[in-house]
């Protein structure tokens, strides 16, 4: 088992910056790839970023490309997504979540094994 504890979410004004953090317990952190998804009102979760096990590698949708970035600290047990130029768009409940051995091809909720219980950003226009 792992556990993922999400934090870091407020309401924020457009053009804001935020940090998220996702800290893990119960396993070895660093066999896990980690990925960062988020679920608007009536909208399905849609994958926002991952990050390898290795941490070697990252991989973004377009529209997060240049404003959000994906990071890990293992000897932290913890990943980050730090999150720039927020948009009113960017507006949903943000959940890491972790997959072993997993890369950057995992980009569907189904791929992912654990999920943590989410936070909210909210970005005002």
């Known amino acids: 088992q792992v556990q993922l504890v999400e934090s870091g979410g407020g309401l924020v004004q457009a053009g804001d910056s935020l940090r998220l953090s996702c800290a893990a317990s119960?396993?070895?952190?660093?066999?896990?790839?980690m990925g960062w998804f988020r679920q608007a009102p009536e909208r399905e979760r849609e994958f926002v970023a991952a990050?390898?096990?290795?941490?070697?590698?990252?991989y973004y949708t377009e529209s997060e490309k240049g404003r959000f970035t994906i990071s890990r600290d293992n000897a932290k047990n913890t990943v980050y997504l730090q999150m720039n130029s927020l948009k009113p768009e960017d507006t949903a409940v943000y959940y890491c979540?972790?997959?072993?051995?997993?890369?950057?091809?995992?980009?569907?909720?189904?791929?992912?094994?654990?999920w943590g219980q989410g936070t909210q950003v909210t970005v005002s226009s």
């Open positions: 119960g396993r070895t952190f660093s066999n896990y790839g």
């Open positions: 979540a972790a997959r072993k051995y997993g890369g950057t091809w995992n980009r569907r909720p189904v791929e992912y094994e654990y």
């Open positions: 990050i390898s096990w290795s941490g070697g590698t990252t």
